[in-house]
C-alpha cells in the first residue's frame, strides 16, 4: 500500500466533496466557543484534541502547523500571535492547501499562509519558528522519525512542539495495520505509545510531558455510530470519515508538550 498515496488522495476527497459532516466535533476534543467564533464559518475540525489550549502563544510569535488541513488551528494561533506573529500551515494535499488559503481570504488573515509540502520534508527554514503545532497527523506519517527530526530542525533554540495525536495501548490486529480505511482514519499507522514518546526524544526534544491521555476508542466508536445513523452512509471516524472496528482500549488521546534545548 502506498500510504502517502492513500491519505492524499482520501484528504483530497474531502476538501472536494465538503468535508462538515465527517469532520471532528472540535468541542468534543478540547475546543470552547470562543476557539469556534475566531475561525472562518465552515472551517472543519480533523483534530483529537486541542494542541494549543497548553501553548502559551505570545503576541508576535511564529507558529508552524504541521498537516495544517482547512487551517483551523492555524486560525486559532494567528488570533494569539497577532497581526506582529505570523503562522505558517503546511500540508502534503493540494485541495487542503487551496481550501485553506480560501478560508485565510474569507477570514482576512493576511498573517497565516499555507504551504504545500510534507512533514518528513518540511519547505521552512531552520531555526526560524518559535512553536510547532500538530493536531492529529503525526499517525499518518510513514516516517515519523524523519517527522519529528524536521519539527526540530525548524525550532528555535527554547522553541516548543505542542502536539495532538493517537497512539496505540497494544499492537492492534494484522488486519488493522493493513486496513486502508484504518490508516485514512488515524489509527491503522498510528505508534504504540511508548515508542512514539521515544521517536520525540531521539530527535533530541527535551522535557516532553504528557499533559492529557485519554482512552479514545470509546469516544471514537461511539461518533461511527452516530455519524451512520445521521448520515446514512457508513462512515464517520472522528479525523477523516472512514468506518471500521475498534478494538477495546485500543486508541489514546495524547497531548503533549516538548522543547528545543536553548
Known amino acids: 500500500m502506498d500510504i502517502k498515496r492513500t491519505v492524499r488522495e482520501s484528504y483530497g476527497t474531502l476538501a472536494r466533496e465538503g468535508s462538515h459532516a465527517t469532520s471532528t466535533p472540535a468541542e468534543a476534543v478540547g475546543y470552547d466557543a470562543a476557539n469556534l467564533a475566531a475561525v472562518p464559518a465552515g472551517t472543519p475540525s480533523f483534530g483529537c484534541g486541542n494542541p494549543l489550549a497548553l501553548a502559551a502563544l505570545q503576541p508576535g510569535e511564529t507558529v508552524l502547523d504541521l498537516g495544517s488541513g482547512a487551517g483551523f488551528d492555524c486560525f ?30 474569507q477570514g482576512g488573515h493576511a498573517h497565516v499562509e499555507f504551504r504545500l509540502g510534507e ?31 524536521e519539527a526540530f530542525r525548524v525550532l528555535r533554540p527554547g522553541g516548543r512542539l505542542h502536539l495532538s495525536d493517537l497512539v496505540l495501548a497494544y499492537e492492534p490486529p494484522a488486519e488493522l495495520r493493513e486496513d486502508p480505511a484504518a490508516l485514512v482514519g488515524c489509527v491503522g499507522g498510528a505508534s504504540l505509545r511508548d515508542e512514539y514518546l521515544a521517536t520525540l526524544r531521539e530527535a533530541g526534544f527535551v522535557q516532553v510531558n504528557v499533559d492529557c491521555e485519554q482512552d479514545a476508542t470509546t469516544w471514537l466508536n461511539e461518533y461511527l455510530e452516530d455519524s451512520e445513523a445521521e448520515e446514512g452512509c457508513g462512515c464517520g471516524c472522528g479525523c477523516c470519515g472512514t468506518r471500521f472496528a475498534l478494538p477495546e482500549g485500543l486508541v489514546l488521546s495524547l497531548t503533549l508538550t516538548a522543547r528545543k534545548p536553548v
Not at 84 to 105: F, K, L, S, Y
Not at 127 to 139: R, W
Open 76 to 105: 486559532l494561533a494567528a488570533q494569539a500571535v497577532g497581526a506582529t506573529g505570523h503562522v505558517i500551515g503546511v500540508d502534503m494535499t493540494p485541495e487542503m492547501i487551496d481550501q485553506a488559503r480560501a478560508n485565510a481570504a
Open 119 to 149: 512533514l518528513e520534508d518540511l519547505p521552512v527554514e531552520s531555526e526560524s519558528v518559535d512553536v510547532v503545532l500538530s493536531n492529529c497527523v503525526i499517525n499518518l506519517v510513514p516516517d515519523k522519525a524523519q517527522a519529528f527530526a
